[in-house]
């Protein structure tokens, strides 16, 4: 995205407002691409940030995912969006409920909220039997960040111990990085370091990821580490994937077990007058093949999040 669009959409709201878990939904039988011949929607949307504390808010996202053709989302809250308290987390619970196997969410904890792993799997437990599939939108940064506060190193101790935690808890963990949070060097030497320290932790890069497409970085990441995917939203105007179709086309083919759908949709998305984010018309424009975009589109996080045998396996 430009920057203009960078702060409309998508990663924009953090921007502006300064800022595995491999379990099946509550009572949920994972069933990837059943019923063969109804319309279940092209994409399952593995990032968006809806509000969802209030009565009838995941109505809203609802009608956004029938017009967008976009069968399950999975829902990131930001500082402004999260629950506050007990009674806009049992109006959460409540909305989820009504839409199980459709709409499912992360959590989130900032890196200043908790002292120990301990403290911070006791809440992460808590988000799991609440319903959280995985932990995000990460941005490495404090609770209450000040004008030029710089965000945590990638690694970081205080990132760290939230790393940890999830990887104990058994929930992926979506990431956002830029030159101000979860910061890293050329070749993300941070970022390679978690994907080491934790090989059990999914991980889900997103946003200035994107930059270290042009040196190979993106890649070898990729490739070397199981642990590693990357969702697709804040490619098209922020990187080459947006640039170069045939690059984007190689790429996607040739990662395409380890990439998610996604467009970084949310609240300032609806509305007659919204366009439709730009990863939809991408993945009309690649023409790719049709095991590969199934697997993009819907499979990858069909596997990641709705899979009972994943979930076993998390747990080891
Ligand atoms: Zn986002």
Redesign the pocket.
Known sequence: MNQLKWTQA??AA?VLFAMMGMSALPGETAQPNDHPGTDKGRFIDA?V?YQDCKAGDLEKVADWMQANNVQRVIN?PLRQSRAKDDKERAQQNENYKAFQGRIARFCIIFPDEVNSVDEAVVILEREKKAGAIGFG?HYGEVSKPQPGDKGLYFDDPKNMVLFAACAKVGLPVMF?MDRGRNLDEKGLPRLENVLKTYPNLILIA?SDWWKNLGDGTCDRLLQKYPNLYADL?CTVGRSAIGRDKIFAREFFIRNADKLLFGT?SGWWSLGQDKKPAPEFALIDELKLPKDVEDKICRGNAERLFWSKKLEKSATK
Request: charged fraction near 20%; charge should be negative; proline fraction near 0%.
């Open positions: 998508g990663c953090a990032h940030h990131h939108e956002h997103h939203s970084d």
